[in-house]
Structure formats: structure tokens, C-alpha cells
DNA sequence: CCAATTGTTGACCGATCGGTCAGTCAAATC
DNA sequence: GATTTGACTGACCGATCGGTCAACAATTGG
């Protein structure tokens, strides 16, 4: 089946979006690079914030159940975090531009995503508290503080390329080579 | 003495420029805002480019200079890194807009930016290569990644405040707290 | 004292912005 | 077969955008 309109519109918000910003992307640009008319796009929505809005909604989901179905399928705690990293870090590498869109959401003072992740950051939370009751953690950080690490730095290392440009060193150019060190200093920082 | 309207026009520039990205941000607004007219931006700075150009640079000397200067005043590398990340925190507690303003430099593909913090990113990363070199620390991780896990987390927490506002237990609102679990589990990461 | 330079202004420009509106067309409903 | 509905279009709107320009005021140097 083909693609709706609307769902393609959909996509080349998102990618104009998140390359480019809300502000930098204006209705015409959309309607080029979906190949519909500027007018389709006021059919569908009732203006560009609910573009915005929509486009976001959307693609968090599908961030949020890839994330909420890895919490389920570990038990043991220490192995859920390194899985859970490594699981963050492959979903963003494949889908470069959701954290960008997201940066943009969290610099223009969103209050929505806060609500959008305020489960999944609740759910891990609960989870890496049960582990430090459990003796498999260090009790005295707060968890938050663990799952916000991990989250900011993933996201920005796919944002914030041109850190690592300028380097001639080409190791931190190696995703698995980063992703390996960054996991095991934070696996190493809340062992007991 | 007072301070000059191309002063004033550049602070203004950059708390604009922060709160709302460059290209939510026009001319006007900063005319508006440093009670100045449009065309004595104009006069002073080529162009809108030009003027976001020139608040990056300014304002990232700021910052640069004093990290630079930390990380010539303290021997103990160990004692280094928590003192950079306590310093670093509370530069960027005292200038909120800072983070915000190269998050956006970052997010728009600034390839200047790189080109800034380089000299500070490579000072950082050879402190952390001698340390590991003389024992101090685990051998078995790039420098970068250390560098860029604290900048990064750092940054971040003051820009994405909407991660946090939805939670009912205070703890992770309080900053003091929050970096003080960040740091343990850094220092904890990097022993070896 | 005059000339050159620098700071400063308001009027104005073409382009583009988000958004509207009247209307076409095809498919579903009655 | 008539009517309603939803997808879709092109012409158009007022507002605002970045930027220009001629002119004036203030300062400076010879």
C-alpha cells in the first residue's frame, strides 16, 4: 500500500524539523519536499505549532515503546542498564534526527515533553531504585541522575558532530568505540 | 562608565539568541530590546549572520578562558576532573543562557563551533591521557568521551529543565544534589 | 574652522512568512 | 440521481522578514 499524504507530510516535517528547527522551516518548504501543495497542509492541520505538535507525538511513541518493551525483557538490573544503553544507542543511530527534533522541542521550553517521557524516565527510575535496594547498585545517587546520563549523552553524540570533526584521532569518530567506553565508566560508576 | 550601544546590542543579541534560536529571533526584536534602531545593527554588524558570528565568539571566550585557566591551577588529575565539574556547573548555573546559546550552534551544524572548543576539548583530553598514563586513572577509555560526558550532561541539565518539572519527589530539582551524584558516579567510573 | 569619519535615524524595498478562502473533484451516503 | 463529505488546489492577504539608502548629528583630527 502506498503512503498517505498525510503521513508523508508526516515524514519530511519531522526531517525538516529536526534538521533545521520550527522556525527555520516554513509551510512552503514542507509542502515542496512532500510534493503536496502548502494549502494540503492547512487541511490536515489546523496550523504549523499543531503540525509541531503532531510530529512529535508520533515519533516519541514510537521512541517510547521500543524503550518501555527493553525495561520488561531484562531482570537482571546491571545487564538492563548496559542493554538499555546499548539498545538507546543502536535506536538513535538509526534514527539520527529524533533526538535533534527533540533538542529543538527541549530548547524551545516544551512543556510537552516532559510529559511525553515523564513514564519512561518514572519506569526506569522505579527500576534502578529497586536494584540499589537490592545491594546490585550504589544506594546513595539519585536514579534520575543515572537515566538523564545516559540519555544526554547518546543523544548528543549523534547532535553534536562537529565536537568530534575536528579531532585526529579517529577514535571517538568509532560509534562502538565510544559507546563502549561511555557504558563501561557509567556500569563501573554505580557498582556497589 | 556606560556601557556602549554595540555593547548592548550584543548582550541582547545573546540572550535573544538563547531563549529563542537564531531564526526565531529577528532584527527587530533586538532593535526592540537594546533600545536601538534596526539600522544601527546594521551599522555595526554586516549582517544577521554576522551578528550571531560575532555573540559566539565573544561569549565563548568567556567560557574558554575560564575553563582554561582551571585546568592549569590544580596538579592531582583525580581532583582536577571534580573540580572541573564543579566549576563548570557553576559558570553555566550563573550564565543559564550559555548552554542554550551553542546547544542551538550545535543543532544548526555549526561547523565553528568545533573550531572553538577544540584547543579547550584537546588541553582536557591530554590532562585525562597523562593521568592514565601515571595510574591514576583507568586505561582502557578515550579521554574525549570522559570530556564530553561531563560538558555535555552539564549543559543539558540546565536546558531540558521540562525533563525534570514533572516529578513529585524534589530531589533531582535540587542542582546541588544532582551534581554531586553526577560526579561520584564520574570519579567512581574513571578509578581504576 | 573645516573636513572627514563615525554613530544614528526613519523611510522604504522585494521576498517570504503563516494563513484564508472559494471552489473543484471524486467517493460515499441517502 | 441528488446531496453530503473530505481531499485537494491556486489565487490571494496582511504582516513581517532581512536589508538598503540617503540624510543628519556628533565627534575627531588637521
Redesign the pocket.
Known amino acids: 500500500m502506498e503512503i ?3 503521513d508523508n507530510i508526516l515524514n519530511e516535517a519531522l526531517a525538516l524539523f529536526a534538521t533545521h528547527g520550527f ?1 527555520h ?5 514542507i509542502a515542496k519536499q512532500a510534493k ?5 497542509i ?3 492541520f ?4 499543531h ?1 509541531w505538535e503532531t510530529v512529535k507525538e508520533v515519533f516519541f511513541k514510537k521512541y517510547a515503546d521500543n524503550q518501555m518493551n527493553l525495561f520488561e525483557s531484562e531482570s537482571d538490573p546491571i545487564e538492563l542498564i548496559r542493554k538499555s544503553m546499548r539498545y538507546y544507542f543502536d535506536f538513535v543511530r538509526n534514527n539520527p534526527m529524533v533526538p535533534r527534533f527533540f533538542a529543538y522541542a527541549h530548547l524551545e521550553n516544551d512543556e510537552n515533553c516532559g510529559r511525553l517521557d515523564q513514564p519512561l524516565m518514572q519506569r526506569g527510575g522505579e527500576l534502578i531504585r529497586q536494584a540499589q535496594e537490592h545491594g546490585l547498585m550504589r544506594k546513595n545517587f539519585n536514579p534520575v541522575v543515572l537515566v538523564m546520563n545516559f540519555i544526554t549523552v547518546i543523544n548528543q553524540y549523534f547532535i553534536a558532530e562537529c565536537h568530534f570533526k575536528h579531532w585526529d584521532n579517529g577514535l571517538y569518530q568509532d560509534p562502538d568505540t565510544f559507546i563502549n567506553d561511555f557504558i563501561e565508566i557509567t556500569i563501573q560508576g554505580i557498582q556497589p
Chains 1, 2 share one sequence.
Not at 25 to 29: A, C, G, Q, Y
Not at 46 to 49: D, H, V
Open positions: 498517505s499524504k498525510k522556525a522551516v516554513s509551510i512552503s518548504m503536496v501543495t502548502k494549502s494540503l492547512f487541511h490536515h489546523e496550523n504549523k505549532e503540525l
